[in-house]
């Protein structure tokens, strides 16, 4: 399974991505500079965390005018698998490939912690290692990470599973305490419909070793690869 | 030159006769202005040069001791650590967050202008007490300065200190350190050799921010202070991370002899240190320099503090090269001029020559001071307070809370959960333990860093305070199963033409000095930030050590947390009645005042070699060593950090008070399985060690007692509480 990691200016967490996939699940992976308008011969793109051209003007709102976007765009329609991270998260939102916006954390700071997350969803290609409402334990770092979509939107999200994590107890229990930012109905990560595009704010790369305190983000990669390798086809 | 135009930039009527000597003239408006900000204290060290010479500089795996960007140090496998620290004490007194942030892009420019790969930000900062509305200010905008630079860059902030006190209100300190990895092969050096090669500006234009920031780095803070906001500097870290891609890809393609950031005076200083470093000199043309604003003279481009901008000089032919790297990341490269062979920095403005003057006299000329030194009055009366009389605390769970509580002792997570401590993926140990730890991909290795210092032991013992900020550090990386291998000091002082802290500024040095020898952790460079005071009063001496450390194998690495119930706890160390200087003399009786701890470096040495090899040998399940609160509070921390309590039985004749708050040094508590008692206080015994068996892990509580009598029983919950939630309760008031 081919991977490509996208490199943004200010991208920071690529070469994270590209040590967990490439080092750990011993997948191919490639670095693709944002200049970049091809991206055929990828089974899955990933669009990493880290601060896109500063995130100075809103975090992932200038990446989604990259070169390589219309690129990533046509790939993603077109059913490829798309794994956005943390910045690579906002940049789908402000690319509109997935529903909803972000605004800055509840507590006006920048939040570095381990969170637990609720599998809500173990269907999609992302999750397929997990089992409903298994806990993971998995670390956020970022600013602007308090997901928002109006009641419509969320109502569509919750009614087809598009939620797939969410910030919980350790024991599973989703409360306001639990919350690192304030997100709606404490989202971590959503889906699109078709269930081929992820966005998710905690960064799996950064558990996906025991070295380094877990291991439940490489079962999500796991998960990719075991849903690629059953040739599984979406919408099929 | 009217006097008045040269004693504005902070230069002396003699310093000025000087500068004529050495020109055989008198210097023009621009040649006053270099010669300022070079022979500022900042820039020139006048006053601390000739105490620096006692550090030691030198061992067999140092590569690079000081006088260059940062130092450098061998961790085998052709691989070494660059590192340094520097203050960005005064900007961040008047602009805390820019102030702050621009600190910590300022020294990662050191580290990758050595040809490294930045991997990790430490920092030490003080403030005064955070009842005060503007010292919260002065916090919360420093650490999100920090975290705005260092999280956008992609560096891990992954460990520091925080200490709070009255002498630091008005005058925060604001000490960085930066980390790098490099490949021995690739190790450049910031020296402007090969006459005729070109110089080249790579990053941001410059503009008018920051003229003569290092001027005002060199005076005490007082009211006029705010007027010098315009003389802090803003970050901008998306251009940083930009420049640090294209500079080690630059260095990756072999492309250059040296380089430099271009922190303090900006241009003038890279220039003028780049050529006289090679015994070179430096022509520039400041017309051909990229501007963000128009109407720039020719002086306000050389004293510009612009951040984010890097000198280099390529080898020849591969200018081109290096212009279609920093395109690629979006950055200008221009030529702005050449190296020359007369040792002259030569300024033009288009044809006509502005200033032209030896780059040495800029550098190696700068005056040095030697001030009388005075032993301060109010020392004798402070070290010879009878301590003995103080009554002793009725309950001692309730001592124990307060300690806990204060907040030099209570968690720092407020802090460090700003910080983004784990990208880079190496983080193995973050913030909040006895030192951080950082994996080496692709090798076994790990590399543990740490950052200490006490004012208030410098302050009631200058020499103890330095000797002890060294000998702690090197004890906290001993405690994560690390060899110390070298340090870098930021030397935090007063007013040094006061002979009171000129007295304070050599002890200091000497103590450290007399530590970094026994321990073998020689000073590979660093940074003396002078004229922290504030309307006339001057900090606490506060002497900070970052300290490199290298565990070979990374899997033999310990922390400091009780996991295990029914491991024994060894107290490896003496406990001796010494409560001068302490946190709990501080919290309690509302002192400052006695002794500082003695200290014994070859107890000290002996101590941590107990630990390394007990670690080294597996014996070990968790380790910390005893600092500000004493005993009970290392036991404490040990029990937050872990999952278990424990049962500790200790005896002795002394003070309850002494026994459990004392910070004596040379101490650590290690937790062991029962299988190893033995061997572990076998080992203390061939070392020649005191070691002592005193309680066993297990339960939620911490109770501890005293030759059988019961002191305190406090449960885990309850002290946690109590720990994590002092400073987020300060800071929301």
């Known amino acids: 399974m081919k991977f490509g990691v996208i490199v943004f200016p200010g991208s920071n967490c690529d070469q994270d991505v590209y040590h967990a996939i490439g080092s750990v699940l011993c997948q191919p992976i490639d670095s693709l500079w944002h200049g970049a308008t091809d991206v055929s011969g990828y089974d899955c793109l990933v669009l990493p965390g880290g601060f896109s051209y500063g995130d100075y003007l809103r975090a992932g709102a200038i990446a989604r005018f990259a070169p390589i976007m219309p690129a990533v765009i046509d790939f993603a329609r077109a059913g490829g698998l798309v794994l956005g991270i943390c910045n690579g998260f906002q ?146 | 030159m009217e006097p008045e135009v040269y004693r504005q930039m902070g230069l002396t009527d003699t310093e000025f006769e000087k500068i004529k000597e050495i020109l055989g003239r008198a210097p023009n408006y621009v040649e006053v202005g270099l010669f300022a900000v070079m022979w500022s204290e900042h820039c020139g060290y006048k006053h601390s040069r000739p ?61 990758f202008a050595m040809g490294a790969r930045p991997i990790a930000i430490l920092d030490s900062l003080r403030f005064g007490p955070l009842d005060d509305p503007r010292n919260r200010y002065l916090m919360q905008g420093v650490v999100a300065g920090i975290a705005f630079y260092g999280n956008c860059l992609g560096l891990p902030t992954v460990a520091g200190e925080v200490y709070f006190d009255p002498s630091y209100s008005g005058n925060p300190l604001v000490n960085a350190m930066a980390v790098g990895i490099i490949d021995q092969k690739d190790i450049r050096r910031g020296h402007a050799a090969g006459v005729g090669n070109a110089a080249m500006l790579v990053g941001a234009r410059t503009g008018r921010d920051g003229i003569h920031g290092a001027t005002f780095a060199s005076e005490e803070l007082g009211e006029a202070s705010e007027e010098r906001r315009p003389s802090v500097q ?24 040296g380089m430099q950031d271009m922190g303090a005076a900006g241009l003038t200083s890279s220039s003028c240190e780049m050529a006289a470093r090679a015994g070179t000199g430096m022509e520039i043309d400041v017309a051909l320099v990229p501007r963000r604003e128009e109407g720039m003279t020719a002086y306000e481009v050389l004293l510009s503090e612009s951040q984010e901008r890097m000198l280099l000089v390529p080898k020849q032919g591969a200018e081109a090269r290096i212009k279609a790297i920093c395109q690629h990341w979006g950055l200008e490269a221009v ?31 700068c005056p040095v001071y030697q001030v009388e030194r005075r032993l301060p009055f109010y020392l004798d009366d402070l070290q010879n307070r009878d301590l003995s009389r103080l009554p002793e605390p009725a309950d001692y769970g309730q001592v124990l809370r307060r300690l806990l509580a204060s907040p030099n002792l209570a968690s720092k997570e407020w802090v460090y959960r700003q910080y983004d401590y784990m990208v880079r993926t190496d983080t193995v140990a973050g913030p909040g333990g006895d030192a951080a ?37 090197a004890r906290n990386l001993s405690c994560v199963g690390a060899r110390p291998l070298g340090i870098t000091d930021c030397l935090n002082f007063g007013n040094p033409e006061k002979p009171e802290v000129a007295w304070q500024f050599y002890q200091a040095v000497t103590g450290m000095s007399r530590a970094c020898r026994v321990l073998q952790t020689p000073v590979t460079g660093g940074n003396v930030s002078f004229y922290n005071e504030t309307e006339g009063e001057a900090i606490y001496p506060t002497p900070v050590v970052g300290m490199v450390g290298l565990i070979p194998d990374i899997e033999k690495r310990c922390g400091m947390g009780w996991g295990q119930e029914g491991d024994v706890l060894i107290l490896v160390g003496v406990t001796l009645p010494e409560i001068g200087g302490s946190e709990y003399l501080a919290v309690v009786h509302g002192l400052v005042a006695g002794r500082p701890p003695s200290l014994n470096l070859e107890r000290e040495a002996a101590v941590q070699e107990t630990v390394r090899q007990a670690i080294a040998s597996g014996l070990v399940t968790a380790a910390h060593d005893c600092a500000e ?21 200790l005896a002795g004749d002394l003070r309850p008070d002494y026994l459990l ?20 206080l076998a080992l203390a015994r061939e070392k020649g060690v005191p070691a002592a068996v005193i309680g066993r892990c297990g339960g939620e509580q911490l109770i501890v007692k005293i030759n059988g009598c019961p002191m305190f029983n406090l449960g885990r919950g309850e002290m946690e509480q109590i720990w994590r939630q002092s400073i987020p309760a300060l800071m929301a008031r």
């Open chain 2, 437 to 473: 730890v950082l994996r080496v991909k692709g090798t076994g290795k790990g590399l543990a860093l740490t950052v200490d210092g006490n004012g208030r032991y410098s302050y009631l013992d200058p020499e103890a305070g330095g000797a002890i900020a060294v000998a702690e550090a």
């Open chain 2, 234 to 257: 803003v970050g901008d870290p998306f251009r940083e991370k930009l420049l640090i891609e294209a500079c080690l890809d630059i260095i990756k393609e072999d492309l250059i002899i």
């Open chain 2, 335 to 365: 030529i702005i001029g050449r190296v020359t062979g007369d040792g002259f920095l030569r300024i033009k403005e288009g044809g006509q020559v502005v200033a032209a003057v030896p780059a040495r006299a800029l550098t190696d000329q």
């Open chain 2, 661 to 680: 708050f004392s910070e004596s040094q040379s101490r650590v508590v290690l937790a062991v399985p029962p299988a190893a008692r033995e061997r572990v």
């Open chain 2, 629 to 649: 609160g004493g005993l009970a509070v290392a036991l404490a921390e040990s029990a937050l950090a872990g999952t278990v309590g424990a049962v500790v039985e």
């Open chain 2, 51 to 111: 105490v620096l010479q006692l550090l030691p500089t030198e061992a067999p795996w140092v590569l690079q001791g000081p006088g260059e960007n940062a130092g450098i140090i061998d961790i085998g496998d052709g691989q070494a650590v660059v590192f340094k620290i520097e203050s960005h004490n005064h900007p961040s007194a008047i602009e805390p967050f820019q102030g702050a942030a621009t600190g910590v892009g300022g020294i990662v420019r050191d580290i």
């Open chain 1, 91 to 236: 940049i789908l939102l402000e690319a509109g490939l997935l529903p909803g916006a972000m605004r800055r954390n509840d507590c006006l700071q920048f939040r570095c912690q381990w969170t637990y997350l609720k599998v809500e969803n173990n269907t999609t290609p992302f999750t397929g290692r997990f089992h409903a409402g298994q806990v993971l334990r998995v670390p956020i770092a970022h600013g602007e990470g308090n997901y928002y979509a109006d009641a419509e939107t969320l109502a569509e999200l919750e009614r087809k599973h598009q939620v797939v994590f969410r910030y919980c107890t350790p024991t599973g229990e989703v409360t306001p305490a639990a919350n690192p930012n304030g997100s709606v109905g404490n989202i971590a990560g959503i889906i699109n419909q078709e269930g081929n595009i992820l966005g998710l704010m905690p960064h799996p790369e950064r558990c996906a070793e025991e070295i380094l305190g877990g291991t439940d983000g490489r079962e999500l990669f796991a998960s990719l690869v075991d849903w690629w390798q059953r040739g599984d086809c979406l919408g099929a």
